[in-house]
């Protein structure tokens, strides 16, 4: 299984970011997603996550109403729409896919099995 993420990179306070995650080696369509996030120093935190429908999502307080999950299951791939950015959603963000089909959405991090190698934003103010 590898997951792929894109779309990280600097941003200014305020600005958008599209992050994308690339799938292949399981059924994606079957498989509940995750984004997760590690900032330096500090744990690796949930951000959002989707069921494998695309039907159900959970958001971490703090990007509630600032980004949106989302998934193409045509395309094995999966969204986070960071809108409103701020210097504290600096961080290495993570792709990760429960392994178990179609197994309910889970917000933390042991709960997924397979992690994409992350992809840095950086959000200046």
């Known amino acids: 299984v590898q997951l792929v993420e894109s779309g990280g990179g600097l941003a200014q306070a305020g600005d958008s970011l599209r992050l994308s995650c690339v799938a292949s080696g399981l059924t994606f369509s079957y498989n509940s997603m995750g984004w997760f996030r590690q900032a330096p120093g500090k744990e690796r935190e949930f951000v959002a996550a989707?069921?494998?429908?695309?039907?159900?999502?959970s958001y971490a307080d703090s990007v509630k109403g600032r980004f949106t999950i989302s998934r193409d299951n045509a395309k094995d791939s999966m969204y986070l729409q960071m809108n409103s950015l701020r210097p504290e959603d600096t961080a290495v963000y993570y792709c990760?896919?429960?392994?178990?089909?179609?197994?309910?959405?889970?917000?933390?991090?042991?709960?997924?099995?397979?992690w994409g190698q992350g992809t840095l934003v950086t959000v200046s103010s």
């Open positions: 990760a896919a429960d392994r178990t089909p179609f197994k309910a959405l889970g917000t933390d991090y042991t709960g997924y099995d397979y």
């Open positions: 989707i069921n494998w429908r695309g039907t159900s999502t």
